[in-house]
């Protein structure tokens, strides 16, 4: 059973960065969809990025050009670069690791979250 622990949320200004990052253990991270959610006070859960096989990722709409998903196997783990974060981008993120079910992603593995907090 995989094992994901995130680090890096914090506080942060307007206009500002952060990169969360995600340590995977116990199962052969090389090989799985890799995806970060993001869940604000009273909305719904929102999948931000994914990293697939072969280098492909996917964005929300709400955040291309401003967030970058990577991933170093070697190191088995998994990063998501902030940029220029607004006020609307304070929740908990979560790492999660899982596969695609036809054209949907679902995450079988969930970390235990790391809260961005973007203030002024």
């Known amino acids: 059973q995989a094992q994901l622990v995130e680090s890096g949320g914090g506080l942060v200004q307007p206009g500002g960065s952060l990169r969360l990052s995600c340590v995977a253990s116990?199962?052969?991270?090389?090989?799985?969809?890799m995806g970060w959610y993001r869940q604000a006070p009273g909305k719904q859960r929102e999948l931000v990025a994914q990293?697939?096989?072969?280098?492909?990722?996917i964005y929300a709409d709400s955040v291309k050009g401003r967030f970058t998903i990577s991933r170093d196997n070697a190191k088995n783990t998994l990063y998501l670069q902030m940029n220029n974060l607004k006020p609307e981008g304070t929740a908990v993120y979560y790492c999660t690791q899982g596969r695609y079910s036809g054209p949907y992603y679902s995450a079988d593995y969930w970390g235990q979250g790391t809260q961005v907090t973007v203030s002024s």
């Open positions: 990293s697939i096989s072969g280098g492909r990722t």
């Open positions: 116990g199962s052969i991270f090389s090989i799985w969809v």
